[in-house]
């Protein structure tokens, strides 16, 4: 089965600095997501991308957070200066153009102090 | 808008014994997608079924089995002889999109433990 690997696997930061969140999505795909899941709460869609832009956020997707892929392979998430209630479970995903399925990596656990 | 519901927050059941994860689902779409998903305690997502909203056909996966039906807007989850391995959280989710599994609304999950 491919792979969606995202790292780190763990980041801990102060409030107020920014983080990239990174992951490599299946090759062949796409469809590129970020969902996040607060401790204990359910997994939240915050954006999709496709053909080098953003296709939808959600209203938790503000400006202080943005995406990109920046070369063939990889896809980033960047906080530009993190909140106490940014941290989270942040998770990518990613589809090819008719797959029934969304292949999620291992997520990236963010605590922000 | 759409909305997925998982009332049970958790249930425990002792190895062999079937049990039944439920989810009920709010959407004004006609065409629609709904999943289930496992996390294990690895923290993954793994992906287990998609149904599309004209098919109501019930799937069965080896011991796995979903029941759609329409007319109640549900799509439970049955695992039958439950087996240690299966402790995780399951989330039921939805999709309004055309292509399917693009923004996905999750219900809460159902944390299920089994004991041996």
């Known amino acids: 089965e491919p792979e969606v690997t995202q790292t780190p696997s763990h980041q801990v930061t102060q409030m107020g600095q920014e983080v990239i969140l990174r992951c490599v999505p299946i090759s062949n795909h796409l469809y590129f997501y970020w969902y996040r899941q607060i401790l204990g709460q359910k997994v939240e869609f915050l954006v999709s991308?496709?053909?080098?832009?953003?296709?939808?956020k959600s209203e938790i997707f503000d400006d202080q957070f943005s995406v990109e892929r920046p070369d063939g392979s990889n896809f980033t998430l960047k906080i530009r200066s993190t909140k106490l209630e940014d941290s989270a479970m942040y998770f990518c995903?990613?589809?090819?153009?008719?797959?029934?399925?969304?292949?999620f990596g291992s997520g990236t656990q963010l605590s922000v102090l | 808008a759409q909305k997925v519901t998982q009332a049970q927050t958790e249930i425990s059941v002792v190895e062999k014994e079937d049990v039944t994860l439920d989810c009920v689902y709010e959407?004004?779409?006609?065409?629609?997608?709904l999943f289930w998903y496992k996390q294990p305690p690895s923290g993954e997502l793994v992906f287990l079924i998609r149904?599309?909203?004209?098919?109501?056909q019930n799937e069965i996966s080896g011991r796995y089995s979903w029941n759609f039906q329409k007319s109640t807007s549900s799509f439970n989850f049955t695992i039958t002889a439950s087996q240690v391995v299966d402790s995780a959280v399951y989330f039921c989710?939805?999709?309004?999109?055309?292509?399917?599994?693009?923004?996905?609304?999750f219900g809460e999950g159902t944390q299920l433990t089994v004991n041996p």
């Open positions: 991308f496709y053909n080098n832009e953003i296709s939808e």
């Open positions: 995903a990613s589809r090819d153009r008719w797959g029934e399925k969304l292949f």
């Open positions: 989710a939805l999709s309004e999109e055309e292509t399917s599994g693009s923004r996905l609304t």
């Open positions: 959407t004004r779409d006609t065409t629609y997608y």
């Open positions: 149904r599309n909203s004209f098919d109501e």
